[in-house]
């Protein structure tokens, strides 16, 4: 080959390799918009892979079909990745916002496909044109092969660890869309003078890329008012982390902290969750020395602990450190937590709660489980009986536990699932509910090596609405949200316990929070 053929080839190589990294940034993504606005990530991750797989596989069976104009052909289809994955953020967030329910879904979905069928075209194409130029066929498809599969890692790693975290989601899909463009637009020079109207695709790439360029640079605002749809109170504060989206809203007195566009707590009314999840454990135990929080990134559990003056330490275990960050920056959230997570009794971990037990040799007198709903199967292990059984297994004689377990009324079947699953590692368990406003009715499970009695419980510390003489009125259900439940038929439902092997909890979880 000639000199020029060698540069275009290369050309080539290195096209694969680029649009095969923003091929697989848009298929993440895509997973991580359905995950953020849609729930389940595992459910949103699974469709959008295979969506995306299925795309490619229709786009290759159609690519048959292009034998001319191959750069040309080449070209239009960044062009189309180009607009179509840019403003696939953008434009996800404001159907969210406007569109009837189900749009958004149905939305996602078919991007997913269209932009997997477009970069499914891509690699046949520049196979041909790089066999076409003199290059053997075979190690044209081998090179070629290998830029697509070497891009893939690198669209992964940059995603998780630089586009999301520092860029966000509406950013990250405008800059990936400037990528396919500029790809395409050096394409079209390099092969210029195989191009009738050479000028005329020229000028509409550049329109393309004046159009993304100011959506890279504006699209987050408009995106962000379009977001502020989804929320009852004006946005104050977002983020996105390298686990989760963290919003914090604010209406006169009422702050909010959403994490993935779920409720962690209202500064009008925490105070009646965080005092049945922190006072009938702490009044139960034995002793109080030593404190272990899962979850409770906010500082507000901890706060209640530490009301105690006889706990030696605290140890919170939360996975993500921007939420700690903010609960210790944010003066909204300092408010409300006292900076309790800067005082000398309590040491923050940053780890998955599964591993930190797994790993730890300390026994505990108190352990107060505070972590999100299990609507996921990452959250699913937190919520197994193997995940009890440890908690067990670091819960000292005399100590008591309490565990977050969701409402006993919108998720009945959920909450008494929970209660069962910890009952069958062989604690005892005493059940309790407390209606918070911006919650609803919410649920909790105490569990103990020993008989736990509520009766005499004396609540020692200063509390907002929590009283020893309430504390007791606290376990009683009513009819439609007791442990009986029956199905359709009149059968009573067998509750069973949820473990690693069976992780039924999320089935029945989003079967009983989708009218809601």
């Not at 997913?112 to 076409?132: Q, Y």
Request: charged share 20%; with cysteine.
């Amino acid at each position: 080959m000639n000199e020029a053929a060698v540069r275009k080839s290369n050309i080539i190589y290195w096209s694969s390799g680029i649009v095969s990294i923003c091929g697989i940034i848009f298929e993440v993504l895509f997973g991580a918009l359905g995950s953020y606005i849609l729930g389940d990530g595992v459910k949103q991750y699974t469709l959008t892979i295979s969506l995306f797989l299925t795309g490619m596989g229709i786009g290759a069976s159609l690519s048959e079909k292009v034998m001319k104009n191959l750069i040309i052909t080449f070209v239009w289809i960044e062009f189309g990745v180009a607009v179509i994955g840019g403003f696939s953020s953008f434009t996800m967030f404001g159907i969210t916002a406007f569109a009837p329910a189900g749009t958004d879904a149905f939305y996602l979905y078919f991007i997913t496909l269209l932009v997997g069928a477009l970069t499914g075209v891509e690699l046949p194409i520049l196979i041909r044109k790089a066999n076409d130029i003199g290059v053997a066929l075979n190690k044209s498809t081998a090179r070629v092969l290998f830029s697509d599969y070497a891009g893939g890692l690198i669209g992964g790693l940059l995603f998780v660890f630089l586009l999301r975290p520092y860029f966000g989601m509406v950013k990250t899909a405008f800059l990936v869309g400037c990528i396919n463009l500029t790809v395409a637009l050096i394409v079209l020079w390099l092969f210029r003078r195989e191009i009738r109207n050479f000028m005329v695709h020229a000028m509409i790439g550049l329109g393309i890329g004046v159009v993304l360029l100011i959506g890279l640079f504006f699209g987050e605002a408009m995106a962000f008012s379009f977001e502020q749809k989804l929320y009852q109170d004006p946005i104050i504060h977002m983020e996105e982390s390298s686990y989760q989206r963290i919003t914090i809203t604010k209406d006169q007195e009422d702050v909010r902290l959403f994490l993935d566009g779920q409720l962690q707590f209202s500064t009008i009314d925490e105070h009646r969750y965080h005092e049945v999840l922190i006072h009938p454990t702490m009044s139960v135990a034995e002793s109080r020395l030593n404190v272990l929080i899962l979850g409770g990134g906010d500082g507000i559990a901890a706060k209640e602990v530490l009301k105690y003056d006889d706990v030696e330490s605290v140890t919170l275990v939360d996975l993500d450190p921007a939420v700690v960050e903010l609960a210790n920056t944010e003066p909204l959230l300092l408010e409300v937590n006292d900076g309790a997570l800067m005082d000398e009794k309590v040491e923050v971990v940053h780890e998955d709660a599964f591993q930190f037990l797994e790993d730890t040799d300390e026994w505990f007198d108190v352990i107060i489980i505070d972590l999100p709903d299990p609507n996921n199967e990452s959250l699913n292990k937190l919520y197994t009986r193997e995940f009890y059984s440890l908690v067990r297994n670091h819960l000292n004689p005399g100590g008591a536990a309490m565990i977050q377990a969701t409402s006993p009324v919108f998720a009945r079947e959920v909450y008494w699932t929970i209660s069962e699953t910890v009952a069958s590692t062989g604690l005892h368990v005493e059940n309790l509910h407390v209606d918070v406003p911006s919650f609803g009715n919410w649920g909790f499970v105490m569990a103990s090596r020993e008989t736990i009695e509520l009766e005499n419980i004396e609540i020692p510390v200063t509390t907002r609405f929590l009283s020893s003489d309430i504390l007791p009125a606290l376990t009683v259900f009513g009819k439609d949200e007791n442990e009986d439940i029956y199905r359709a038929n009149g059968d009573l439902i067998e509750l069973k316990p949820n473990t690693l092997i069976d992780p039924h909890l999320i089935q029945i979880y989003e079967r009983s929070w989708e009218n809601y």
